[in-house]
């Protein structure tokens, strides 16, 4: 259980009594044999796509509360990737017969990005009942209707039919969507390209992302000559997502740990707005765990991060045929990337190093300290990991 005797900790440290685990959160071990008395504790996990809550409660008093930031580049970095081993493949055309052909996902897969999502909230999950004696966990998932939010008025079989029933294709929609006009000229009677308004590696081929260009503004799009104006419709990826891996977070959970209870959304609300409590991923985690008007802990907070990039090679190749590395040493001055480091009586992470001594160091939200700090005037506290505290 947690305490705030720090005096007595002190004194366990500095006899040997107890042992550091870790820094952020602190937390001891007792090298000596103790009565087992805990008090129930209540894990509310208020699952997001970008930030999940958590909160660790008792009747009395809030034990623990993090705030988690998620990785949101997966779906860019392995679009990337595909496109690397796309042009790669195109460059080595040496013809090899198939070794097989009967590739197919498993049952119950799910896409790279929504698996590590789904992998972060059991890593969460996990991390905290490590340090405290959770009986209980509640989860909040969310299952949204996407065609609902688009259009409030649909039912029965609008749910079919859609909004592009009787076109042979997304192109065919679009063009008639946009009346056959180019969206930046305005003339119509021409040929038509349609435009990716978002990248389609992150933006997909859906039809709020595309509209009709002629040939000439297609062109001076891309050198940087004309401004489109139209921005793209609402992204639902988000939604999307957390619909996805509600099932598959929720039975993994349950696999795992005795008392896995789902809760939804509406509850929190009402919750939250009978005590009057102010909206944030923790303090719904609060209204989550069942115990909402206990008295709050220190905020923690959390940032997942890349621990290593996979790129052995720069794509272009130099002068001479010989590719440059394009992975950086592990350590630079013995520092590591996104290590929480001690400057000018700030604790702040290594977000950039370079091979003369300069490091740029930053919050963990990204709020600059400074660009050009010495390592000679930084003092190191922690290695980073996957997930980095503060």
Not at 97 to 123: D, M, Q, T, Y
Not at 272 to 288: T, Y
Not at 367 to 379: L, M, P, S
Request: with cysteine; glycine share 8%.
């Amino acid at each position: 259980m947690p305490t705030e005797r720090y005096g007595w900790v002190r004194r366990a440290l500095r006899d040997g009594r107890a042992v550091v685990v870790r820094r952020t959160p602190f937390t001891i071990r007792l090298t000596y044999e103790t009565s087992r008395h805990v008090q129930p504790i209540s894990l509310g996990v208020d699952a997001g796509s970008k930030f999940v809550g958590l909160s660790a409660t008792t009747e009395q008093k809030e034990v623990f509360s993090l705030e988690s930031q998620l990785r949101t580049d997966i779906v860019d970095l392995l679009s990337g990737r595909r496109s690397l081993r796309s042009t790669r493949r195109n460059r080595k055309t040496r013809y090899r017969a198939a070794r097989f052909k009967n590739r197919k996902k498993p049952e119950g897969w799910l896409a790279p990005s929504v698996r590590w999502k789904v992998e972060a909230h059991k890593r969460l999950v996990a991390f905290v009942c490590g340090i405290l004696p959770v009986r209980r966990i509640v989860i909040e998932t969310a299952q949204f209707d996407i065609q609902k939010i688009r259009n409030p008025t649909i039912f029965g079989t609008g749910y079919q039919e859609g909004e592009q029933l009787g076109f042979q294709n997304v192109k065919e929609y679009v063009l008639y969507r946009d009346g056959h006009k180019c969206q930046i000229c305005g003339k119509s009677r021409l040929k038509l390209h349609v435009h990716h308004i978002e990248s389609r590696k992150t933006g997909g081929d859906s039809s709020d992302n595309l509209v009709p260009l002629c040939l000439d503004c297609h062109a001076k799009l891309h050198e940087g000559t004309a401004k489109l104006k139209k921005k793209r419709g609402k992204s639902f990826r988000d939604a999307t997502g957390m619909t996805i891996m509600r099932p598959t977070l929720l039975r993994e959970l349950r696999q795992i740990y005795p008392v896995v209870v789902e809760t939804f959304g509406y509850e929190t609300k009402h919750t939250r707005q009978q005590h009057g409590i102010e909206k944030s991923h923790v303090n719904d985690a609060r209204c989550i765990s069942g115990n909402p008007i206990v008295k709050p802990s220190r905020l923690l907070k959390s940032r997942f991060v890349r621990v290593h990039n996979r790129q052995i090679h720069k794509m272009k190749t130099p002068k001479g045929g010989v590719r440059r590395m394009n992975q950086a040493p592990k350590y630079v001055f013995g520092f590591e990337l996104f290590d929480k480091v001690l400057f000018d009586g700030k604790e702040c992470f290594i977000f950039g190093r370079r091979q003369s001594g300069s490091f740029d160091l930053r919050l963990l939200d990204g709020t600059k300290i400074t660009t050009n700090a010495n390592y000679k005037k930084i003092r190191l506290i922690e290695h980073s990991t996957s997930n980095i505290f503060q």
